[in-house]
């Protein structure tokens, strides 16, 4: 069974950094998996920047949604982020919020078998405003039960504030 971290927290709150660092602190060479679909080219500068923070210690691997068929027998890997990984399942099912409940389960439940140490990051989106639409509301309430899933499954969670790692669980 894997060893899991949970991090979360708002935007730009130091979620992938602190990750990143963490996972380095507990092996010299691992492994980045990246679930971003590059949905427009501003987005596609954003993911740029992200792969400029990562040297040549780190693997990267990118994956939009099915992240148990990656091999991670013994690896420590950042999973970055949950929030991406769910919007591929969200657009592809057509917004059905339970069929991507059970897809993002299944994919969980087969990933946490792996022997590996997963660190997790995810935002916590619901703290802001509310959403002005169907579809916003509907992801909202989607991104915070796979969040309540990951926390309840993890062996440590982790909320970012202003860069500063608050220890929850």
Same mark, same amino acid.
């Given at each position: 069974?894997?060893?899991?971290?949970?991090?979360?927290?708002?935007?730009?709150?130091?979620?992938? &950094?602190?990750?990143?660092?963490?996972?380095?602190?507990?092996?010299?060479? =691992?492994?980045?998996?990246?679930?971003?679909?590059?949905?427009?080219?501003?987005?596609?500068?954003?993911?740029?920047?992200?792969?400029?923070?990562?040297?040549? &210690?780190?693997?990267?691997?990118?994956?939009?949604?099915?992240?148990?068929?990656?091999?991670?027998?013994?690896?420590?890997?950042?999973?970055?982020?949950?929030?991406?990984?769910?919007?591929?399942?969200?657009?592809?099912?057509?917004?059905?919020?339970?069929?991507?409940?059970?897809?993002?389960?299944?994919?969980?439940?087969?990933?946490?078998?792996?022997?590996?140490?997963?660190?997790?990051?995810?935002?916590?989106?619901?703290?802001?405003?509310?959403?002005?639409?169907?579809?916003? &509301?509907?992801?909202?309430?989607?991104?915070?039960?796979?969040?309540?899933?990951?926390?309840?499954?993890?062996?440590?969670?982790?909320?970012?504030?202003?860069?500063? =790692?608050?220890?929850?669980?």
């Amino acid at each position: 069974m894997a060893k899991m971290t949970f991090i979360t927290g708002g935007a730009r709150s130091g979620k992938s &950094r602190y990750a990143q660092q963490l996972a380095l602190s507990r092996n010299r060479n =691992p492994v980045y998996v990246a679930t971003a679909r590059i949905w427009d080219a501003e987005f596609g500068q954003r993911v740029d920047r992200h792969r400029k923070d990562r040297d040549e &210690r780190w693997t990267v691997l990118e994956e939009e949604k099915w992240l148990s068929r990656l091999s991670l027998e013994g690896r420590v890997a950042v999973i970055d982020c949950v929030t991406l990984w769910i919007t591929n399942f969200f657009a592809d099912l057509k917004y059905d919020v339970e069929a991507c409940l059970e897809a993002c389960d299944r994919e969980i439940e087969s990933l946490l078998r792996q022997d590996a140490e997963l660190i997790v990051i995810s935002n916590e989106i619901g703290m802001g405003l509310h959403a002005d639409t169907e579809s916003g &509301r509907k992801f909202t309430d989607l991104q915070g039960w796979i969040n309540q899933s990951l926390a309840a499954k993890a062996d440590e969670a982790i909320f970012m504030v202003s860069g500063l =790692p608050l220890h929850v669980k």
